[in-house]
């Protein structure tokens, strides 16, 4: 019976659940919520209540399960109706997440933020956009930081800026449609070329001109208010402008290369095999010859015992990689060589039943994957 007394009968305990907070008039309150449910109610996707909420009632402490009290909503909210109060904790609210999926969530706001830039900005001296990959590099080389509370647009817009200062990248310009009074054409022209724009073609018709040119985004709205004060018209074509001739012979190139690369792997490979042969032929020898001299220094005292033992152990200490098909030195150098990028490489090669590589074949076949990711990446 004693038991029964020792256990809370006020608290509801809930766990696994996503808690959203809001902190009024010094209190704290809070409700309980399905994961991956708030984000869909605040972005409009989610419209039902009771898909979100997993209970229609107000928290002190949703872990301990302590129940808001009625004065207090009445004196924060002004009524003590409890989905009201659901529903404004659920728009207003701080979600409370765990530290993975923070993290997850800052990983995929990153790469929106990398997809933003890649999508807005070109190479100036090829006029061509970067690829996803190297716009993530040079994110993490000016060392960027996501903010969860400022949308991926803005914050692509402000690493713009900020990759300008230190890297060959430019704002990929749209391209617009003018159309104007043929009276205003000297005016109009004038203030335009302050803007330094690319005039694609230029056409009369009647009493109007229509002109397609392209332009830095950064003076869209300039271009927008000058055009209607020449009581003119504005049609926006393609927002970003990317070079487009040439492009096959540029991915012929690539795969030139990337057949050669290829080729000279396959050399590389065939030569390895042969010194790897060759050098399994000089160490049997070298071990055979070892192993006589250290029998004669045996067989000549004490000391050379000693001596003869401390070969034997040194040869013993080499540790040989199957994987790699290499000795990798003693126990520690065994430990960091399976740390190491090239027994990494050989491992995945061994799933997929293929010869192991040495180091040097490992660099050119990494490098080969990364030219294939980047011709599959590249957008033009």
């Avoid at 449910?37 to 872990?63: A, F």
């Avoid at 003018?178 to 073609?201: G, H, R």
């Avoid at 396959?266 to 160490?283: D, H, N």
């Amino acid at each position: 019976m004693s038991k029964l007394i020792l256990q809370p009968v006020g608290q509801k305990r809930l766990t696994n659940v996503a808690v959203v907070r809001l902190k009024k008039h010094g209190m704290r309150f809070e409700i309980a919520c399905y994961k991956n449910k708030v984000l869909s109610w605040r972005s409009g996707v989610e419209k039902d209540l009771d898909e979100v909420l997993q209970s229609h009632t107000v928290y002190s402490n949703v872990s301990k399960g302590i129940l808001a009290k009625s004065k207090d909503l009445i004196k924060s909210f002004g009524t003590d109706d409890q989905e009201k109060i659901c529903s404004e904790v659920l728009n207003k609210g701080e979600l409370q997440i765990a530290g993975k999926e923070r993290e997850s969530q800052l990983s995929s706001q990153f790469r929106d933020i990398a997809t933003i830039v890649m999508e807005k900005t070109i190479n100036p001296e090829t006029d061509r956009p970067y690829t996803i990959n190297m716009i993530e590099r040079l994110m993490h080389e000016v060392h960027f930081a996501v903010d969860p509370h400022k949308s991926s647009k803005q914050q692509a817009l402000d690493l713009i800026r900020e990759l300008q200062k230190h890297f060959p990248i430019k704002r990929s310009p749209m391209r617009l449609r003018l159309i104007i009074p043929e009276i205003q054409e000297a005016n109009f022209l004038q203030k335009l070329q302050t803007w330094n724009p690319c005039i694609v073609s230029k056409e009369v018709s009647g009493n109007q001109l229509s002109m397609v040119c392209q332009i830095e985004p950064g003076y869209f709205r300039d271009c927008d208010g000058l055009v209607r004060d020449c009581k003119g018209r504005l049609e926006i074509l393609s927002v970003p402008v990317h070079k487009e001739e040439d492009v096959r012979v540029e991915v012929d190139d690539g795969e030139e290369a990337l057949t050669g690369n290829l080729h000279n792997l396959e050399l590389g490979r065939s030569e390895s095999e042969s010194q790897v042969k060759r050098l399994a032929e000089s160490m049997n020898k070298t071990t055979l010859g070892d192993n006589s001299s250290s029998n004669e220094k045996l067989g000549t005292g004490k000391g050379a015992g000693v001596e003869g033992t401390a070969i034997n152990h040194e040869e013993k200490r080499q540790q040989k990689c199957t994987t790699c098909n290499a000795n990798v030195g003693d126990a520690k150098q065994y430990r960091d060589h399976f740390k190491s990028d090239w027994h990494k490489h050989n491992l995945k090669r061994k799933m997929k039943q293929l010869p192991p590589l040495s180091p040097e074949e490992c660099l050119v076949d990494r490098e080969v994957i990364d030219v294939r990711k980047d011709l599959g990446d590249y957008s033009f």
